[in-house]
């Protein structure tokens, strides 16, 4: 059973810094996308940053030039470092995985960590 564990989240002053990181536990061969995504109260989810195997990034415009995305391809890990944090960045932020193997693919999601920026 294959599990994203998260970690990193917690409560910080605006302006200040969290780094998260996403973790598989089990084995997951072929992830070609690696996200995260948060989720604000009474807010649909929506795509935070992500990147793909070719090390290709894509950014919400909320977060371009604050967040930074990475990936450890070695470990199954994915990481956001999130500077200059603001109050709307407050959510539950989720990361995702993206298996591709052939015609399939299969979706693997984190439980959520919280993050909480205070004004």
């Known amino acids: 059973q294959v599990q994203l564990v998260e970690s990193g989240g917690g409560l910080v002053q605006a302006g200040g810094s969290l780094r998260l990181s996403c973790a598989a536990s089990g084995s997951i061969s072929s992830i070609n996308h690696m996200g995260w995504y948060r989720q604000a109260p009474e807010k649909q989810r929506e795509l935070v940053a992500a990147?793909?195997?070719?090390?290709?990034?894509n950014y919400a415009d909320s977060v371009k030039g604050r967040f930074t995305i990475s990936r450890d391809n070695a470990k199954n890990t994915v990481y956001l470092q999130m500077n200059s944090l603001k109050p709307e960045d407050t959510a539950v932020y989720y990361c995702l995985f993206i298996s591709i193997q052939g015609a399939s693919s299969r979706q693997y999601w984190g439980q959520g960590t919280q993050v909480t920026v205070s004004s």
């Open positions: 990147v793909i195997r070719g090390g290709t990034t």
